[in-house]
């Protein structure tokens, strides 16, 4: 039985733009099909809205900005502004975001500090209330941004990492393909794939992100031979080179050989790793009353 149309409007699709006769968009912006243009909102020339894309109310996308497909903008998002970063002297730079990207209420995504450089998104990213990208940072695809969360400039994260609720992420710093990064987390130094850090301490991992990992596919087996890699390089005493070493001695799964070449890449160094029983009553949030 096909569904009542009143109650379940199936989606029109017009091949002419909707624009609302508030909204103002320049001459020079380039807009697929199907695009949707909510009331207030400012798009610059040399914009270019994939098809299907919808923007919320009082939007706004500066020159260089490019999204993808069905990419959806809530309300007062900015994309494209011009970085904060004082090394800017002008000149072209991009935003550019994949498609299916859901872009909530508030959220700032600044263009490139140099010419010819670009921030990037990657397709199905979801970045909730008010979090921030910096300039030249890198988003893989299906990363999630919580609220608040903050990226500095040319930080990158990986495919299908979770960065929860008010975390930080200095510049430069890298957070690899599924790792989860707990609310209010702060790095400076680059959270290998597929860990998870904790609150209280900056700069720590506690564990491997199992659940992640399970949602991802990844076997027992496979889940067996990151969880042996992981403890050799965190748990057994002998140095970030030494464990690689011994790491790479043995036959490698695609995904232990991910974490491998991560750590070995690392310029800023990676997270320690903490156990909980390790955080002293000092560094332990205050019960609630």
Same mark, same amino acid.
């Given at each position: 039985m096909s569904a009542d149309p009143t109650i379940f409007p199936v989606p029109q699709r017009h091949s002419v733009p909707r624009i609302h006769p508030t909204a103002v968009v320049a001459d020079g912006a380039v807009l697929g099909a199907d695009v949707e243009i909510g009331p !207030?909102?400012?798009?610059? /020339?040399?914009?270019? =809205? +994939?098809?299907?894309?919808?923007? +919320?109310?009082?939007?706004?996308?500066? /020159?260089?900005?490019?999204? +993808?497909?069905? @990419?959806?903008? &809530?309300?007062? $998002?900015?994309?494209?502004? =011009?970085? #904060?970063?004082l090394n800017y002297r002008g000149g072209d730079s991009q935003v550019v975001i994949g498609s299916d @990207?859901?872009?909530? *209420? %508030?959220?700032?995504? &600044?263009?490139?500090?140099?010419?010819?450089?670009?921030? *990037?998104?990657?397709?199905?990213? =979801?970045?909730? $209330?008010?979090? &921030?990208?910096?300039?030249? $940072?890198?988003? %893989? /695809?299906?990363?999630?941004? $919580?609220? +608040?969360? =903050?990226?500095?400039?040319?930080? *990158?994260?990986?495919?299908?990492? !979770?960065? /929860?609720?008010?975390?930080?992420?200095? #510049? !430069?710093t890298r957070v690899g393909r599924l790792a989860m990064m707990s609310g209010g987390s702060a790095a400076q130094m680059d959270v290998p794939p597929f860990c998870m850090t904790r609150s209280v301490c900056a700069n720590t991992v506690t564990g491997l992100n199992i659940i992640g990992l399970r949602r991802a596919g990844y076997s027992a087996t496979e889940r067996l031979a990151i969880k042996t890699a992981f403890d050799t390089l965190y748990r057994g005493n002998l140095g970030v080179a030494r464990a690689l070493e011994l790491i790479a001695s043995e036959p490698m799964t695609p995904a232990v050989r991910e974490l491998h070449d991560f750590v070995r890449q690392s310029k800023r160094g990676i997270c320690k790793f903490v156990r909980d029983q390790q955080i002293s009553d000092e560094e332990r949030p205050p019960l609630a009353a």
């Open positions: !207030f909102c400012v798009v610059d /020339s040399g914009v270019v =809205l +994939g098809e299907g894309c919808v923007l +919320g109310p009082r939007v706004t996308l500066y /020159s260089g900005a490019t999204l +993808g497909p069905r @990419c959806r903008l &809530h309300a007062n $998002a900015v994309v494209g502004d =011009l970085p #904060q970063d @990207c859901v872009i909530r *209420e %508030g959220v700032t995504i &600044h263009r490139g500090t140099m010419p010819g450089t670009a921030t *990037e998104v990657g397709d199905g990213c =979801l970045l909730m $209330a008010y979090s &921030h990208v910096g300039h030249n $940072a890198r988003l %893989g /695809s299906e990363v999630v941004l $919580a609220n +608040g969360a =903050l990226l500095a400039g040319y930080a *990158e994260v990986g495919d299908r990492a !979770f960065i /929860s609720g008010n975390c930080l992420i200095h #510049q !430069f």
